[in-house]
């Protein structure tokens, strides 16, 4: 008879702890703590004209760095402002954009919209970093790369540290 009442006892207990364990934070990859660095340090590295306060990034929320942010991984050298949409980005007023599934055409749109405001491009799913953003991120590689797009960099109105473009052409930038 014990031995029935410890394993209803055991039942009882993961029928209580499993949905609990549901409820915890999922652990942060290498991968987003990889990411995060790198948009932190490129952001930290850029410089606006005229801006006095910390930059207002425009994340979409398509994007992984907007599940990141989410977990609070580390203090952010910026001000994020997730948004959902082109129409919510534009009234957002921010001094870069962040894109995630969206296609460098689609990019493209946005940016036509914006200009001639001075903005920081970074994007995710853009791995030929031809057309659209000025950095481009590498998300599936280990360890996350990313790449630039001298052209749209030289129009976007930011100033980048040169050490910056510098470890786009490094494939390991820990």
């Not at 534009?90 to 036509?112: H, N, R, V, W």
């Not at 910056?164 to 494939?171: C, E, F, H, P, Y």
């Amino acid at each position: 008879m014990p031995v029935l009442h410890f394993r209803a006892f055991c039942f009882a207990l993961m029928m209580v702890a499993i949905p609990s364990l549901a409820d915890l934070p999922s652990p942060v990859s290498n991968n987003d703590e990889a990411v995060q660095r790198i948009v932190s340090g490129i952001i930290s590295y850029t410089r606006w004209p005229k801006l006095l306060a910390p930059p207002r990034i425009c994340i979409f929320s398509s994007s992984r760095m907007a599940k990141i942010i989410e977990k609070n991984i580390t203090p952010l050298s910026f001000t994020p402002v997730i948004v959902e949409n082109n129409e919510e980005t534009l009234t957002s007023k921010c001094d870069g954009i962040y894109f995630g599934s969206e296609s460098p055409e689609e990019q493209m749109k946005l940016i036509a919209a914006y200009q001639p405001r001075p903005l920081l491009l970074i994007a995710e799913q853009n791995t030929q970093c031809v057309t659209g953003s000025s950095f481009c991120l590498n998300i599936n590689a280990t360890p996350v790369t990313f790449a630039v797009n001298l052209d749209s960099l030289s129009r976007s109105g930011v100033r980048v540290n040169p050490e910056v473009l510098m470890l786009a052409r490094n494939t390991h930038h820990d």
